[in-house]
C-alpha cells in the first residue's frame, strides 16, 4: 500500500488568506485525488489531479478557488484560495493505482479559517 | 449529492457483540469500499468488493453485496473498544477511479 505524507497537518488561518496543502506518495500512483470533509459530514470529492495538465473538477468546485497542481506521479498540491469561515473543514489526499483497485488516504489538514 | 446512504447514522453497542453497517447506492458501480476513520482523520482502507462478487472477508470483518437491491452490509464480530469511530462506505461507479462516500456510521462500542 502506498504511503501519504500530507502537510501541514492543521492550521489556523486568517479569512482572505490562501493555504497550499502539499500531498507526497512514496511510490508513482496513476490517480490522484483530493476531497473535502466539513464539519461531521461525509467526504466530497473536489477535483482528480492530473500529471501534467488541468485538474478534472467536480460539481461546485472551480479552478480559481482551489488551484491544483501535479507536476509528477508522486506529489500534488491543493490551494484553497480567498478563504473564508466556510471552508473550514477537512481536506484528504487520495491515491490509487488503478480504477478498480483500493484508494489510500493522507491524514489529512484540518483546516480552520477565523 | 452523494451516492451512498448508510445507516445507522449511530450505533452504540457493548465489547464483544457484533456490529452491523449498512449501505445503499442509487446507481451501477464498479466497486465498493469500505472505510474507518477516527477521530476525524485520514481514512484507513478496509475492504474492497467488486461488483460480480457477493461476499469478503477480512479478520473479523465481513461484508456482503447485493447487485440486484444495490445494498452492502458491514459486519464486525466480537467488536472492542477499538473499533470505535466513523464508517463509510464509498462506490466506484467507472475506471476514473472517482469514489462516491456515502454518509457514514458512527459506531462506540463500551468496554
Known amino acids: 500500500s502506498a504511503v501519504i505524507s500530507q502537510k501541514p497537518s492543521r492550521d489556523i488561518c486568517q479569512r482572505g488568506t490562501s493555504l497550499t496543502i502539499q500531498c507526497q506518495v512514496d511510490s508513482q500512483v496513476t490517480m490522484m485525488f483530493w476531497y473535502r470533509q466539513q464539519p461531521g459530514q461525509s467526504l466530497t470529492l473536489i477535483a482528480t489531479a492530473n500529471q501534467g495538465s488541468e485538474a478534472t473538477y467536480e460539481s461546485g468546485f472551480v479552478i480559481d478557488k482551489f488551484p491544483i497542481s501535479r507536476p509528477n506521479l508522486t506529489f500534488s498540491t491543493l490551494t484553497v484560495s480567498n478563504m473564508s469561515p466556510e471552508d473550514s473543514s477537512i481536506y484528504l489526499c487520495s491515491v490509487k493505482d488503478g480504477g478498480d483497485t483500493e484508494a489510500f488516504f493522507g491524514q489529512g489538514t484540518r483546516l480552520t479559517v477565523v | 449529492s452523494q451516492q451512498g446512504e448508510e445507516d445507522p447514522q449511530a450505533l452504540s453497542i457493548q465489547e464483544g457483540e457484533n456490529a452491523t453497517m449498512n449501505c445503499s447506492y442509487k446507481?451501477?458501480?464498479?466497486?465498493l469500499q469500505w472505510y474507518r476513520q477516527n477521530s476525524g482523520r485520514g481514512l484507513v482502507h478496509l475492504i474492497l468488493i467488486r461488483s460480480n462478487e457477493r461476499e469478503k472477508h477480512s479478520g473479523r470483518l465481513r461484508v456482503t453485496l447485493d447487485t440486484s437491491k444495490k445494498s452492502s452490509s458491514l459486519l464486525i464480530t466480537a467488536s472492542r473498544a477499538a473499533d470505535t469511530a466513523s464508517y463509510f462506505c464509498?462506490?466506484?461507479?467507472?475506471?476514473?477511479?472517482?469514489?462516491?462516500f456515502g454518509d457514514g456510521t458512527t459506531l462506540t462500542v463500551k468496554p
Open positions: 446507481t451501477s458501480i464498479n466497486n
Open positions: 464509498a462506490t466506484v461507479r467507472t475506471n476514473a477511479g472517482k469514489s462516491t
